[in-house]
């Protein structure tokens, strides 16, 4: 294999066969995120490769670099061993590579046959889309892959499956020799995904490279012949996966060196403040239940669409459960509106802070009393002298940079931002203060601002929810951990048993891990 | 946390926002213009000529101090002006049955408040666009009007209905001009200086981060509904005792000029930001161009012309400025 080989396991070569599609050292950087660093991926014909990562791996950067969305810094793809380069994403498909990705682009109005060929239909006299040749063609490439659907069907009466059957026949019909397929069977059922299987070994016989992405691991055990894994960025290890177990590709995933340091905590648990019991949305999630006390720092583990956030939004009042109680200190609470929650002292920081968070175009005192009006104010007139008061108390002890509480908090950085959304809620004096990712995109100096603080606010007695994809970040901060895995709770680990290897092995479902 | 670094509450004095605002530019525009109409003619620096003047905008007025809070928490109600036809209507109706000047009024505001109601549940209940639900409760509430009345009109208005639309409180202040000023205060208020113009702004601005703070952003816009159309009731009782009669065609096209007025008045159209105060002002700028137009027997479709032009400069100015300050 002529790739650079990986720390980790990396046994039997597979030099015998020329790969397909080659990256190497394909380095990809945002202001202040190295997202790729140096990466290599060989693709080889008929044969299927799992990528393998976390969340935030760079998975789907590299996907993005593929198909011409994204422009590596450095480094080069290679196909048939002749170098090449993906300007725009329509010249990634003219190379031949394309993607099936989990929510495919495709166009709800418009016919099956104009979403197979939309941007290479076939032409007739003039210049005009020859529409028999495109419905004939399209009719031939459905039957090819075993798919009964009628070329003229408008799309939106298809279901998932056949949609996806569709995405994969579009990827067909552009010839290519490259298929992508990042996470395909996320929204299937279990009978969609056996037909998934052999369209994969129908596309292999046919000779594509196949680059398949899962968190599954019973899917990627049963359909990969290679793998490839990557963390941080970074390339990790890669191999044949016969060669390879489960525990050791979990160890690959996470096996870092905690290299951030984390504040010494003395555990100061207190009353129970906040149970949750029989928590269930129609599709989102079900059965959540669980006790948080006071001082505690209670983590949520779980890959992306596990229903953590949404449960989260649902306790907050955004959407509403189907069955469920809530108690707040024993008493019973109903919670229908996030102005419900904030009254009974659950307060929610959520992921996205620009759309959720912040009110861009407000002052930061306005941001920050929003919630608490009813205290700073007298019979429901401002008093913006006592609004002031409390902004700056809180921004204070958050230690806020500004230029002053007047500034527009749109004008702030995302950690600054991140400090006035946290103040807002600091200031109603909550008893639960859940906390959606709140590190994600901040720099490197406000995380660390941002988990000395949260410590802070447990030894003080608040009762912490904190919602979390970094292991690191859930290993380093959380009392007690629940993983949630397609909805539901499958397991909470106290203090001991939080390490990142069990916290991947049930959020993946991996039985022995879990043990 | 570290030690403590005090950040100042303001940079810029209020006084010193005022100055730089749009409505102190707003206020130069209509003073010039009342220096021009001085000067076009003869008849306008005269006390009962401008009394009247203000009859032009006073019942738009109160319907667009309304209509700016909906405006700025970004939503509008394009169905004003029908709300006024239905609730004429259906205070000529009571009339035709002997129904009194108290009666009336009761009936005028219950109409408007039913009609914002409505707009109000298939809003904020349906969460349908508030754009295509008042161009549509338009062509309702009017048409509702146009099947009763037909090309028929009402008449015979109590006399003492009359004092609401023509009646003086002191020598040439009328009954509307007060009932326009107290209007501006109270929604200037509930703007400025309360909690619920507070949600109002922080709604227009980002309604997901407003629910997200705990803002109760249904139960707000419900309310603004409501309100404008309390005020399109209130415009009802103020322009039928004016006029003495209800037609169908009643206050026909208003809802633009109402829009206009607040547009022109600095509120940003698309939501989250906007004043009262620059809504008094495109008022007032708004009944000087007409009235001093008038003065020159410059016919009405011309009038709508310069108000079209005026509210396309007045707002292109500032953007040419600086576009030629860059270049």
């Not at chain 1, 129908?202 to 793998?227: M, N, P, T, V």
């Not at chain 1, 079900?286 to 505690?296: H, N, Q, S, Y």
């Not at chain 2, 605002?21 to 005269?46: C, H, K, M, Q």
């Not at chain 2, 009802?236 to 206009?260: D, H, M, N, Q, Y």
Request: some cysteine.
């Amino acid at each position: 294999m002529q790739l650079e080989p990986g720390p980790a396991v990396s046994s039997k070569t597979v030099s015998d066969i020329a790969p397909r599609l080659s990256l190497k050292g394909i380095t990809k950087t945002f202001p202040g995120v190295r997202a790729l660093s140096e990466v290599s991926l060989a693709l080889f014909p008929g044969k299927v490769t799992a990528l393998v990562g976390e969340n935030g791996a760079g998975k789907s950067t590299l996907v993005k670099v593929l198909t011409g969305i994204y422009q590596p810094n450095e480094g080069e793809i290679r196909i048939d061993d002749a170098p090449v380069r993906f300007p725009t994403p329509q010249a990634a498909e003219t190379a031949g590579v394309t993607a099936i990705h989990q929510e495919t682009v495709l166009f709800d109005e418009l016919s099956v046959a104009e979403n197979i060929f939309l941007g290479h239909a076939p032409k007739g006299r003039f210049g005009l889309i020859d529409r028999a040749a495109m419905k004939a063609r399209a009719r031939e490439i459905l039957s090819g892959i075993g798919a009964n659907i009628d070329p003229n069907a408008t799309l939106k009466d298809l279901g998932t499956a056949n949609k996806h059957l569709v995405a994969i026949a579009r990827a067909l019909s552009i010839d290519a020799r490259v298929v992508i397929m990042d996470e395909p069977t996320a929204a299937l059922s279990q009978k969609e995904i056996e037909e998934l299987y052999e369209l994969v070994e129908g596309l292999k016989r046919q000779g594509k490279a196949i680059l398949f992405i899962s968190h599954k691991f019973d899917e990627i055990f049963r359909i990969a012949d290679y793998y490839t894994v990557y963390r941080d960025g970074q390339m990790v290890g890669d191999g044949v996966i016969a060669d390879v177990s489960e525990p050791d590709l979990v160890k690959m995933m996470v096996g870092r060196e905690v290299s951030q340091i984390f504040p010494e905590r003395q555990q100061n648990v207190g009353d129970e403040v906040l149970v949750v019991d029989g928590y269930e949305h129609p599709t989102e999630f079900a059965d959540i239940g669980f006790t948080l006390k006071r001082g505690e720092i209670l983590g949520f583990y779980g890959l992306v669409g596990a229903g953590r956030s949404e449960f989260m939004q649902a306790l907050f009042g955004i959407t509403r459960p189907s069955a469920g109680q809530v108690r707040i200190d024993g008493a019973p609470v109903t919670i229908r509106s996030p102005a419900d929650a904030v009254n009974s002292g659950i307060v929610y920081v959520p992921e996205d802070r620009g759309k959720q968070g912040a009110i861009g175009a407000l002052p930061i005192f306005q941001n920050v009393t929003l919630p608490s009006l009813a205290r700073t104010s007298h019979k429901g007139f401002l008093k913006l002298a006592e609004e002031f008061k409390l902004a700056r108390e809180y921004t204070q002890r958050l230690d806020l940079r500004a230029a002053s509480l007047d500034t527009d908090v749109g004008n702030l950085s995302g950690g600054n931002q991140q400090k006035v959304v946290i103040a807002k809620w600091l200031a109603t004096q909550p008893k639960v203060i859940i906390l959606d990712e709140p590190t994600k995109g901040i720099d490197i100096g406000s995380k660390a601002a941002v988990h000395e603080f949260m410590a802070e606010l447990a030894a003080q007695g608040l009762a912490v929810i904190m919602v979390s994809s970094e292991i690191p970040e859930i290993v380093g901060m959380s009392d007690r951990v629940i993983v949630m895995r397609e909805g539901r709770m499958v397991a909470e680990l106290t203090k001991a048993d939080i390490t990142p290897e069990t916290l991947v092995g049930h959020a993946a479902g991996i039985k022995e891990a879990a043990q | 946390m570290t030690q403590t670094r005090s950040i100042p509450d303001r940079l810029q004095s209020p006084a010193e926002r005022y100055l730089k605002s749009w409505e102190s530019l707003l206020l130069l525009v209509a003073i010039g213009i009342f220096v021009a109409n001085s000067f076009a003619s003869p008849y306008f620096l005269n006390a009962w000529n401008l009394s009247d003047a203000t009859f032009n905008f006073t019942e738009k007025a109160m319907i667009a101090f309304a209509m700016a809070l909906l405006i700025i928490s970004g939503e509008i109600d394009l169905s004003v002006a029908a709300i006024i036809a239905l609730a004429s209507t259906a205070m000529g109706a009571a009339v035709q049955i002997g129904v009194g000047t108290e009666g009336l009024v009761v009936i005028g505001l219950a109409v408007g408040v039913l009609c914002g109601a409505f707009n109000g549940f298939l809003v904020t209940g349906l969460g349908l666009p508030s754009i295509v639900v008042t161009i549509g409760t338009m062509s309702l509430f009017r048409g509702i009007s146009f099947i009763i009345l037909g090309d028929q009109a009402y008449r015979g208005y109590p006399p003492e209905f009359a004092f609401f639309g023509q009646g003086y409180v002191w020598w040439v202040i009328s009954f509307e001009f007060v009932l326009f000023a107290i209007i501006a205060v109270i929604y200037a208020v509930i703007l400025h200086k309360t909690n619920f113009g507070r949600a109002v702004y922080a709604i227009g601005n980002n309604a997901t981060g407003a629910l997200f703070s705990g803002i109760r952003v249904g139960r707000v816009k419900f309310i603004l509904f409501l309100l404008t159309g309390l005020m399109s009731g209130v415009a009802a009782i103020c322009l039928t005792s004016r006029l003495g009669s209800t037609r169908p065609s009643i206050a026909f096209g208003w809802e633009l000029e109402i829009v206009t007025m607040v547009v022109l008045g600095g509120v940003n159209i698309l939501g989250g930001s906007g004043t009262i105060p620059g809504v008094v002002i495109a008022a007032f700028v708004m009944g000087l161009v007409t009235f001093g137009l008038g003065l020159l027997n410059v016919p009405g479709i011309v009038m709508s012309i310069v108000i079209g032009a005026l509210l396309i400069s007045v707002i292109a100015l500032p953007r040419l400025w600086s576009m030629w300050r860059q270049a």
